[in-house]
């Protein structure tokens, strides 16, 4: 009777531990398998987020020549949704002058050009200051836009107010 005990008991002891390895490898399976959802969860939210992606055109306004001492800019809202912000910053180029920037019809200042809200393939216009040197630096302003919850940034390059605009 003890030699049966013993076997059953060895026989429950290699069960339990099949048991324990078995349970542990469909753990770390789930784990793995919550990891790869969430994962695609993610990579979908980026997908949509990225596909609202505001699509601004900031194109210059009229030609300038070297007497004007301001080149007006247009930006234009081309989708894919309305914006409840977008702001303009001056530029900041390697020669490290400051230009300011100003939404049209508004004094110069240290600030951003807030052009406020910009519905779906609405237009505003800013104006740059840029002296009346017949020289002048590539500018890019940065523009940051904002749609309900989110945010998004970068850096335009603008035409240059010497060149007139380009046709690109």
Not at 7 to 25: D, E, F, G, K, M
């Amino acid at each position: 009777m003890n030699v049966a005990a013993l076997v059953v008991a060895v026989l429950a002891l290699v069960v339990s531990i099949l048991s324990a390895v078995y349970t542990r490898r469909s753990a770390h399976a789930a784990d793995r398998s919550a990891g790869a959802a969430e994962q695609s969860a993610a990579a979908a939210v980026a997908a949509e987020r990225r596909d609202r992606t505001p699509k601004l055109v900031v194109t210059m306004v009229g030609p300038t020549n070297e007497r004007d001492n301001t080149a007006m800019y247009m930006v234009r809202n081309d989708g894919p949704q309305d914006l409840d912000s977008v702001v303009v910053h001056r530029p900041e180029p390697e020669d490290r002058v400051t230009y300011p920037v100003a939404t049209e019809g508004e004094d110069f200042s240290p600030e951003p050009a807030e052009l406020g809200p910009l519905a779906l393939g609405e237009e505003r216009r800013f104006v740059l200051a840029v002296g009346s040197t017949p020289s002048l630096p590539t500018f890019r302003v940065r523009i940051v836009c904002r749609a309900g919850d989110d945010d998004w940034e970068w850096s335009e390059p603008l035409d240059s107010p010497r060149s007139g605009p380009s046709l690109w």
